[in-house]
């Protein structure tokens, strides 16, 4: 008998496979297959085993999650290791809300109820807003006028919903599917009626874990159905409290468009509250620019996030557990960097410091910082552990690049080849940086850049890295402490020009650095002195000191009057020593009051490395960030 080849997956490869089979069986020695009725059987036959095939690799890559394809089969996975992917987030914004009631209006307190519309316009399209809750507020004093004023109201936008279920016999526990996939769950409210008779309603909150349930404990479950529709689940009297029949289920929720309303600031209110002559203002100033909308959670994300959370056990106990608690409940954040007291530098011990990196072109607001301790830390951190959030701090790397070509090796035009070169560079930093907890590899950079033509015969770049430091109030004085994130090498210190009160003038000056004399080639270790240094290089006032070695600069004393051009901050740049290209950041950013006495311990930083976008301005006295230079050498090739 021929032996049986069952390793081909393609089909004229499976049909192939056949025929040759048939053929060595001496029924067959001498058939033309191809010119039979054998051949429509070969083709049925080969078809059947490819279709079959296929189906079996389906089914394998579906019953894994790092390989499955459909949302359902990667929802399924998921909550299996207790992992519900986020649904679509609906745009928040906060504002401080002013009614001055219709004089007709005889009442103290006024209730602003959450069905109350809220609209505002961005990108020429109108969108609808709702209060978070139902608040009231009580006839105070506002600036000489009576009014009712709602602080910090959160307003969501989308448009709210309302379904009602019947509970029978046959579902006393679910499932109950939400008939609209755009729905944020995060304002879902489950309410229980007890019959179309009896009016009392009883709220059940979302569980996520079985601890502390009772037969009584009145919760629902939540998780995402194989149509993408989101199904709850009720208590089978065991855990959870059970329904019973003739029971009401109610349920509302906001069915939001997700990311189109981010950005929304201005806001109106067209409804009658206390009567037709009412005013309603909004305090513009104090107003939270809508932010977090977000599309339902995608299937990669949801490959990458339900192992890290199932990894959690539902506790936040080390720094992995708080990223990814917090990365699966918060779309518009992009990276997360935590780390304990006892790491800070100096060390602040019985606290935990969390960093947050917003997805360009969203905010981290302090409702967002909110919520994450009150529903993610508070209930999962061990007790006594203080969260505190510190802002990230960038430091801003350039690259002057030197590109030799040979043009014998290429259609592309020298223009061309730095433009290719311009956007392989960008690439680099949207794919590698641009984040907490990213480095840069002077390497990686020059294989990006060589990568681009075949032509590029030569790549030389010289790194140049960058922090702004931004006077609190100009014309005071204050003091500046800051870390680059590598060794750095001697005199290559300047800034951007500002005008600085020494004694009792104002003079137009940039830093520069002198270092001591024990400084030397090749390492270049030690400390150096900041000076202040007019137009003319002339030093005007000794103002701090510079470390080599750390890359620490000091200033515990300089008055900054103004900055010239539409500059917000001054840019302080300088190089990498010649052996520190690579650039880290897992080192903390200390961070401690300069004082002549006691100092003080403050929250550590965490870097985000990002492209210097500088460009070159006489005014200002900047430097282009980003800055190739392409040359045409085609002489021994």
Partial sequence: MAQLNVTELDFDNIKQSLKTFMQSQSEFSDYDFEGSALSVLLDTLAYNTHYNAVMAHMLANESFLDSAIKRSSVVSLAKAIGYTPRSRRAATASVDFVITPDPAYVGTTYSLTRDTIFTSTVNNTSFNFYPNQTQTATLEDINGTDGFKFSGLVLKEGTRVDNSFLIDSSNLSGPITIPNENIDTTTLRVRVQTSTTELTLNTFTAKSSLL????????????????????????????????????????????????????????????????????????????????????????????????????????????????????????????????????????????????????????????????????????????????EFVDPIYQFIGLKIGVTFNSDLTTLTSGQISDAVSAAVNTFFTEN????????????????????????????????IQKRLTPTVLGTTDNYTFTFNSRIQPRELHSTWFNAIIGTTTNKVKIKDVPASTVVPPEYNGTGSLFLVDTAGTQLASIGTIDYTTGKLTIPSMTVASLFGTETSIRVSTRPHDDSNDIKTNILSRNSEVSTSAVVARPSNNTILTIDDSSYNVEVGSRKGLDITVTEDNAGY
Wanted: aromatic residues 8%; glycine residues 8%.
């Fill in 212 to 387: 502390d349930l009772t037969s009584t404990t009145k919760v629902y479950f939540l998780e995402e159905g194989v149509d993408g529709k989101y199904v709850i689940r009720f208590g089978d009297g065991v855990l959870g409290e059970k329904l019973v029949d003739g029971n009401i289920v109610l349920i509302d929720y906001i069915v939001s468009n997700g990311e189109d309303a981010n950005l929304c600031k201005t806001f109106t209110c067209a409804a009658s509250l206390t009567g037709s002559n009412e005013v309603k203002t909004f305090d513009s100033t104090k107003t939270a620019v809508a932010s977090g909308g977000a599309s339902r959670e995608s299937i990669d994300s949801i490959r990458k996030t339900a192992p890290l959370y199932n990894a959690t056990k539902e506790r936040a106990v080390s720094s992995g557990d708080y990223k990814s608690l917090i990365l699966a409940s918060n779309p518009n954040i992009q990276s997360v960097s935590v780390w304990g007291g006892e790491n800070n530098d100096p060390p602040i011990y019985g606290k935990v410091f969390i960093s947050l990196d917003p997805v360009e072109g969203q905010v981290v607001t302090q409702a967002d910082k909110d919520r994450i301790v009150t529903e993610i830390v508070n209930p999962k951190a061990p007790v006594a552990i203080l969260p």
């Fill in 433 to 464: 940086l641009n984040q907490l907890n990213k480095n840069f590899y002077y390497s990686k950079v020059h294989d990006d850049i060589k990568a681009v033509s075949p032509s590029i015969v030569s790549v030389n770049i010289t790194p140049t």
